[in-house]
T-cell receptor, first 112, second 115 residues
Framework: GDSVTQMEGPVTLSEEAFLTINCTYT??????LFWYVQYPGEGLQLLLK?????DKGSNKGFEATYRKETTSFHLEKGSVQVSDSAVYFC???????????FGIGTKLQVIP | KAGVTQTPRYLIKTRGQQVTLSCSPI?????VSWYQQTPGQGLQFLFE???????NKGNFPGRFSGRQFSNSRSEMNVSTLELGDSALYLC??????????????FGSGTQLSVL
């Protein structure tokens, strides 16, 4: 079946540091890929998405590129802020409309 | 535009009881899906409803069931509660116009504690 693998963390960074959260996947067909973010006490919010190979999703300074050859969708940001502290989920949809497979979630802590 | 509303926000039950959770999607959204979130397992897909029909189902026992009404509101029911059912239950809605997977809009969840 479909699966998404990401590190659980926590990842602790100083403000203005470079962020990479790795995400790899296994899926049948050609999945759409997503990054969601969950702030404390809230539901998840879509951060960015990519629907085909080599697409780059971007939002709020975050970027991720759909790499079919390495089955990866790593999340990057050049300079993190304290307000980016949250849990980040990599996810995919593969031929199943809204049946979304999520990774375990990576907790990010940014310290001033 | 109002967001996805889940009620109640918190719930405490004892083993063997049953529980019903409610979800009101964003106006115009016809797809509602449910997820169970736990620290060890992350987010696990329960089921998805579209126009009152269950379209997808995850790998949960039959104690977990749901339904969707004509106004797209959805309920999820868990019977014969077990300690392991303690979790945050998240509801998400979307327009679901294509099979590519569209943006999900999540509610804040119902935190269920089973004692």
């Amino acid at each position: 079946g479909d699966s998404v693998t990401q590190m659980e963390g926590p990842v602790t960074l100083s403000e203005e540091a470079f962020l990479t959260i790795n995400c790899t996947y296994t899926a049948t067909g050609y999945p759409s890929l997503f990054w969601y973010v969950q702030y404390p006490g809230e539901g998840l919010q879509l951060l960015l998405k990519a629907t085909k190979a080599d697409d780059k999703g971007s939002n709020k300074g975050f970027e991720a590129t759909y790499r079919k050859e390495t089955t990866s969708f790593h999340l990057e940001k050049g300079s993190v802020q304290v307000s980016d502290s949250a849990v980040y989920f990599c996810a995919l949809v593969s031929g199943g409309y809204q049946k979304v497979t999520f990774g375990i979630g990576t907790k990010l802590q940014v310290i001033p | 535009k109002a967001g996805v509303t889940q009620t109640p926000r918190y719930l405490i039950k004892t083993r063997g009881q049953q529980v019903t959770l409610s979800c009101s999607p964003i106006s115009g959204h016809r797809s509602v899906s449910w997820y169970q979130q736990t620290p060890g397992q992350g987010l696990q897909f329960l089921f998805e409803y579209f126009s009152e029909t269950q379209r997808n189902k995850g790998n949960f026992p039959g104690r977990f069931s749901g339904r969707q009404f004509s106004n797209s509101r959805s309920e999820m029911n868990v019977s014969t509660l077990e300690l392991g059912d303690s979790a945050l239950y998240l509801c998400a809605s979307s327009l679901s116009r294509s099979s590519e997977g569209e943006k999900l809009f999540f509610g804040s969840g119902t935190q269920l504690s089973v004692l």
